[in-house]
């Protein structure tokens, strides 16, 4: 059972709008660095703080339903798709964990160059070799590896660890058990991610429902009270917000899969808008490669226009499409003229 053009081009379109949105989180800036700059603080706030606490979920769902697409066909397709991502997730996830503190030492050596970091890695070289590898591999500290933004990936390959489990349990329980991973990730319990997996098998469900036709309607309401809800958080800012985080993402994630329906076409073709074809076949390489670049990118901006209101502002408005550029021509040169290696730093996606 193949996945329908339509299908197949939302879920190109839907990463990229998703990666965009990551890169807006990392862009940000300190509360401490903005100085209480109140147009930065909400600017940030409305974009990475509320549309771009729908991206990594989304992510997660569209991870889950890639990895089960095929609809079940037995603990032998488990397996193999698990040996797979091997190659698709855990070597780019070493390669971008490498690559992480490679560049970060250069730019630390380089005189002159260390204030574009956020933190020199000089101390890790008090260490053994082996807590430098956990740091850059495993656990800086954090329960993440150096590279903070892998953190997503770790997860997701913890997840796919246990997939018989959840096949088993999706297959005689259907999804009468996802409440319970749900009400578990509200405690966050640590060592492992029930947050990303109530995601991951959300995802899993979403072939099972017709979201392009009855599902559309419903969807679009949704996001109407995603964005409502968005307004009201501004409006009467409370700590007792963080306890509806979950049905407020869901809302959200739910929403932008629906007016996605609403907006496009049956008829859209990914392929007619090559510009945009090519953009979102780099999606994974953006998400494994742009730290720390981006922070050299976002902080150069800064250093050029000055630290005040205005520098801050446009820099973090622009270093995600500045960056997203730069990533995509950089991803060109290496696709095609190191082919090879850039098809094993991205585990041989296209």
């Not at 958080?233 to 700590?239: D, G, I, R, V």
């Not at 306890?243 to 990914?270: A, D, E, H, R, T």
């Not at 007619?272 to 494994?288: E, K």
């Amino acid at each position: 059972m193949q996945i329908n053009t339509f299908v197949s081009d939302k879920i190109k379109v839907l990463s990229f709008f998703s990666i965009l949105l990551v890169l807006y989180i990392h862009s940000g800036f300190h509360t401490f660095e903005l100085n209480g700059t109140i147009i930065n603080v909400y600017v940030q706030t409305a974009i990475s703080g509320r549309i771009g606490r729908c991206a990594v979920p989304l992510f997660f769902m569209i991870s889950g339903y890639l990895f089960f697409y095929k609809g079940m066909d037995g603990l032998e397709s488990v397996f193999k798709k698990m040996k797979s991502r091997i190659r698709t997730l855990l070597v780019p996830y070493l390669c971008a964990a490498a690559y992480f503190f490679i560049f970060s030492y250069g730019v630390a050596i380089i005189p002159g160059t260390s204030k574009f970091m956020n933190s020199p890695i000089n101390h890790l070289f008090d260490l053994s070799l082996v807590n430098i590898l956990k740091t850059i591999f495993i656990d800086a500290g954090n329960g993440n590896p150096l590279a903070f933004q892998l953190w997503f990936l770790k997860e997701l390959m913890i997840i796919v660890l246990f997939a018989p489990i959840w096949y088993l349990l999706i297959k005689y329980l259907k999804y009468y058990w996802l409440p319970v991973v749900l009400i578990i990730s509200l405690f966050e319990i640590p060592y492992f991610p029930f947050s990303a997996l109530f995601w991951f098998i959300l995802g899993t469900s979403v072939k099972h429902i017709d979201l392009e036709t009855k599902y559309t309607r419903f969807g679009l309401i949704c996001l109407g009270l995603f964005i409502l809800i968005c307004l009201l958080e501004f409006l009467f800012p409370t700590s007792y917000w963080k306890y509806f985080q979950k049905p407020i993402i869901l809302m959200g994630v739910f929403g932008i899969w629906s007016v996605y329906n609403f907006i496009v076409p049956p008829s859209f073709s990914l392929q007619r808008y090559s510009w945009l074809a090519t953009a979102s076949s780099f999606t994974f390489f953006t998400y494994l490669y742009h730290e720390p670049t981006l922070n050299v990118f976002r902080k150069t901006i800064v250093f050029l226009l000055g630290k005040d209101e205005l520098g801050y502002l446009i820099s973090y408005l622009t270093s995600p499409w500045i960056y997203m550029v730069f990533s995509i021509a950089f991803g060109l040169l290496l696709r095609n003229y190191v082919p090879r290696f850039y098809n094993i730093i991205v585990g041989g996606r296209s």
